[in-house]
């Protein structure tokens, strides 16, 4: 099984749709998650981190379910410009200590007009 | 802050010779990361370094690859000789902490191609 395991799509949704994703983690020790959002030839950079008790940041909104080991992204009122692929990122460490953070391969959204 | 600045962005080359990619992480960090990105594996960690020091190579994946990092503000990444399945394109990160539990900053990336 693979570390960091996630949906590669595409999501193909309209305008306005919601979409969630999910990603899947092998290490129960796992602390650290996030997501990060791609750009087609472009770098990674992080959308949000995910606190176990779920977090929200606009039309955004990030879950954490540590018994099923994975991580939800779901996006509302979808925007042509959420079209991307979205990396869910996990680290085995807490603070103070080095674990190497694992990618997942990534989900492509394509938001269509 | 101008991010973390990597160079060449795009590089070709022939098969045999070496390649060097440079990064300048943002001022104050003091972790840095090296991953290559292909569509079949990814992203994948190639190297981690902590105050100028390699504390993760497990991922570089043999001799013909090599880092270096002589001081906070400079890293390179080398390969030599390279091959066509080389071809990717390299991300330098670096981040405040190097733990895991703060963002990594990526740089814009170097698409290598080795023909």
């Known amino acids: 099984r693979k570390e960091v395991e996630q949906d590669p799509g595409p999501f193909n949704v309209p305008e306005g749709a919601t979409v969630a994703f999910n990603c899947t983690y092998s290490?129960?020790?796992?602390?650290?998650f996030f997501w990060y959002r791609q750009d087609c030839r472009k770098e990674p950079k992080l959308l949000m981190s995910?606190?176990?008790s779920g977090n929200e940041d606009g039309r955004f909104t990030a879950q954490l379910n540590r018994a099923s080991q994975y991580i939800s992204l779901l996006i509302r009122d979808s925007k042509l410009s959420d079209s991307a692929t979205y990396l869910c990122?996990?680290?085995?460490?807490?603070?103070?200590?080095?674990?190497?953070?694992?990618f997942g391969t990534g989900t492509k959204l394509q938001v269509i007009p | 802050d101008a991010g973390v600045i990597q160079s060449p962005r795009h590089e070709v080359t022939e098969m045999g010779q070496e390649v060097t990619l440079r990064c300048k992480p943002i001022?104050?960090?003091?972790?840095l990361f090296w991953y290559r990105q292909t569509m079949m594996r990814g992203l994948e960690l190639l190297i981690y370094f902590n105050n100028n020091v390699p504390i993760d190579d497990s991922g570089m994946p043999e001799d013909r690859f090599s880092a270096k990092m002589p001081n906070a503000s400079f890293s390179t990444l080398k390969i030599q000789p390279s091959e066509p399945r080389d071809s990717a394109v390299y991300f330098c990160a670096s981040s405040w902490q190097g733990d895991g539990t703060d963002t990594q900053y990526f740089g814009p990336g170097t698409r290598l191609t080795v023909l």
């Open positions: 001022s104050g960090h003091n972790s």
């Open positions: 990122v996990v680290n085995p460490a807490g603070s103070g200590g080095y674990q190497k953070v694992t």
């Open positions: 290490n129960s020790a796992s602390q650290s």
């Open positions: 995910v606190y176990s």
